[in-house]
């Protein structure tokens, strides 16, 4: 047996303390009456009096009180099997790690405030299976379609720019390989239901030769792209910095100009049309994440699990009511007998 909240049962030390005000009570009255009445007197003005039936009310009430007190605790006792089914959509996010994120038109940067955007739709999840690629020049599964969003905290939390061997962007690269772990997904009827997403998350610079052969295999494969741009149109620098943190300067081109990068709308617009999805931004101020959240509720689910658990079954409802018959008997149990129970 395991209790809901094992504190109430420090209540229990009323019950103590009860009998002993109880009798105290009834000592104090009893010299009280000693002092102002003979026995033979007292008999007769309390005449039909049960004391019985006085104890059996009083114990009646100890008892009540003790069992909801017992009651509130939660107690439960033996098991009950529960099954739980675990529905939602195939979700694979697609994160820009080119040098561009680091820009800080939107803050603290466009890849810190993506991620925190990820972190929370991640929060507002419900049963839905959600991956994790990074991309620049190349594209990596950071983390497959899982059910274990706290794993995919961690591998988001580590996404960083440096840690890709490209700075450039193709979004054929990140296209081909969701492609393939959607493919690798379809491992049984109940996901196959579910609707499949890629979210590409990106400031829209694209340096790849075309995305348009990728981007045919996701429609064959019934995947929705939806795109969510970083950034803004005005744009800004690259900043660098070192392993300290300390700003060394920015990012500049093969002539050695320092680089503006702006938010290239038109290029993740365009995608999101061909790819069946919509096109939503990110500005400093302003967030689309929950209205593609909304979406999301709106598409085809599958269920991604089903399982049995066995859980402590609550049994406070029996005590709680024989409590409370207790409590009604304490109140309402007769202590004075009529003139013939009394004869007798």
Same mark, same amino acid.
């Given at each position: ?56 009310? =009083? ?42 994120? =680091? ?84 491992? *049984?009827? =109940? ?52 392993? *300290?943190? *300390? ?66 079954? =609550? ?30």
């Amino acid at each position: 047996m395991i209790w809901q909240d094992a504190l109430y049962l420090w209540f229990l030390l009323i019950i103590p303390l009860l009998i002993g005000a109880t009798y105290w009570y009834n000592r104090n009255l009893e010299k009280k009456r000693e002092a102002y009445f003979g026995e033979e007197l007292f008999q007769k003005l309390r005449k039909g009096f049960w004391s019985l039936g006085k104890r059996i009310r =009083n114990v009646s009430l100890y008892i009540g009180i003790a069992l909801l007190i017992v009651a509130a605790a939660g107690p439960k006792i033996g098991t009950e099997v529960r099954e739980v089914k675990r529905q939602g959509v195939d979700l694979l996010i697609a994160l820009d790690l080119s040098a561009s994120m =680091n820009a800080e038109d939107v803050k603290p940067s466009r890849l810190e405030k993506a991620k925190y955007e990820i972190s929370r739709l991640i929060d507002q999840l419900q049963g839905d299976r959600i991956g994790l690629i990074v991309f620049t020049g190349e594209a990596y599964l950071q983390s497959p379609m899982t059910l274990d969003y706290s794993a995919l905290r961690l591998f988001l939390n580590i996404a960083e720019t440096s840690q890709m061997p490209s700075s450039s962007t193709d979004f054929s690269a990140a296209m081909e390989t969701a492609a393939q772990s959607f493919e690798s997904g379809e491992d *049984s009827e =109940n996901t196959s239901k579910a609707a499949k997403v890629l979210m590409i998350i990106s400031d829209g610079e694209d340096h790849g030769e075309g995305y348009s052969e990728a981007l045919q295999k996701l429609e064959e494969q019934n995947v929705s792209v939806y795109t969510l741009g970083m950034g803004t149109q005005s744009g800004t620098t690259i900043p660098l910095y070192d392993d *300290s943190g *300390s700003l060394i300067g920015y990012k500049r081109d093969e002539q050695g100009k320092v680089v503006n990068t702006h938010l290239q709308a038109e290029a993740l617009r365009s995608i999101a049309s061909d790819g069946g999805g919509e096109y939503y931004e990110i500005r400093n101020g302003s967030s689309d994440i929950d209205a593609f959240l909304g979406r999301l509720d709106e598409l085809q689910q599958g269920e991604f699990a089903s399982q049995e658990y066995a859980d402590f079954k =609550n049994q406070f409802q029996w005590l709680a009511g024989i409590g409370l018959a207790f409590v009604v008997v304490g109140m309402v149990f007769p202590f004075y007998r009529s003139r013939e129970s009394s004869r007798e």
